[in-house]
T-cell receptor, first 111, second 113 residues
Framework: GQQVMQIPQYQHVQEGEDFTTYCNSS?????IQWYKQRPGGHPVFLIQ?????EVKKQKRLTFQFGEAKKNSSLHITATQTTDVGTYFC???????????FGTGTRLTIIP | DAGITQSPRHKVTETGTPVTLRCHQT?????MYWYRQDPGHGLRLIHY???????DKGEVSDGYSVSRSKTEDFLLTLESATSSQTSVYFC????????????FGSGTQLSVL
């Protein structure tokens, strides 16, 4: 079946260090979305990328969509305690509009 | 946050009992979804609805049924709860389409003993 894997599953970083999570799909995605879930909270939409090779930035966050539209990454520069949470990628497969979510990367920050 | 309310927020029940979770929206979105969240699996789609009385299965639909009699309400029913259905359940709403983004409710923590 269609699968979206994320690595790493967990990441512990010192405050101020950079963080990257990678999202890999078994098949081509029509777009990729990223969501953030704070501890005890619910997923919240961050961004959507649609074009092959697209790069978008939100302050310290940089999102990339791969050329083959099968992978994506989220990079956070100089992490802060507010970045704590689990980051999910999600994408609809061509021919199926429903989102398939990645397994998530849980980020913890060591002050 | 979008107007989505899930009830109850927490529930403990026994194996074999029926359980119904409710999702209520005030956004008039056509699409509504039920996901379950488990460690190592991310969010997995159980069922979704694309209109009143229009529903379809997701990837983990076995043991679950849904109903949508009004645009604003989407019910998830576990006919006979099992311990494997212990999970956090999230309702989400969306406008549909290939570029749809989802808005999630606060979730229901369900424990089946």
């Amino acid at each position: 079946g269609q699968q979206v894997m994320q690595i790493p599953q967990y990441q512990h970083v010192q405050e101020g260090e950079d963080f990257t999570t990678y999202c890999n799909s078994s098949t081509t995605l029509s777009n990729i979305q990223w969501y953030k879930q704070r501890p005890g909270g619910h997923p919240v939409f961050l961004i959507q990328l649609v074009k092959s090779g697209e790069v978008k930035k939100q302050k310290r966050l940089t999102f990339q969509f791969g050329e083959a539209k099968k992978n994506s990454s989220l990079h956070i520069t100089a992490t802060q305690t507010t970045d704590v949470g689990t980051y999910f990628c999600a994408g609809p497969y061509f021919g199926n509009e429903k989102l398939t979510f990645g397994t998530g990367t849980r980020l913890t920050i060591i002050p | 946050d979008a107007g989505i309310t899930q009830s109850p927020r927490h529930k403990v029940t026994e194996t074999g009992t029926p359980v119904t979770l409710r999702c209520h929206q005030t956004e008039n979105h056509r699409y509504m979804y039920w996901y379950r969240q488990d460690p190592g699996h991310g969010l997995r789609l159980i069922h979704y609805s694309y209109g009143v009385k229009d529903t379809d299965k997701g990837e983990v639909s076995d043991g679950y049924s849904v109903s949508r009699s009004k645009t604003e309400d989407f019910l998830l029913t576990l006919e006979s709860a099992t311990s494997s259905q212990t999970s956090v359940y999230f309702c989400a709403i969306g406008t549909g389409g290939i570029n749809e983004k989802l808005f999630f409710g606060s979730g229901t923590q369900l424990s089946v003993l």
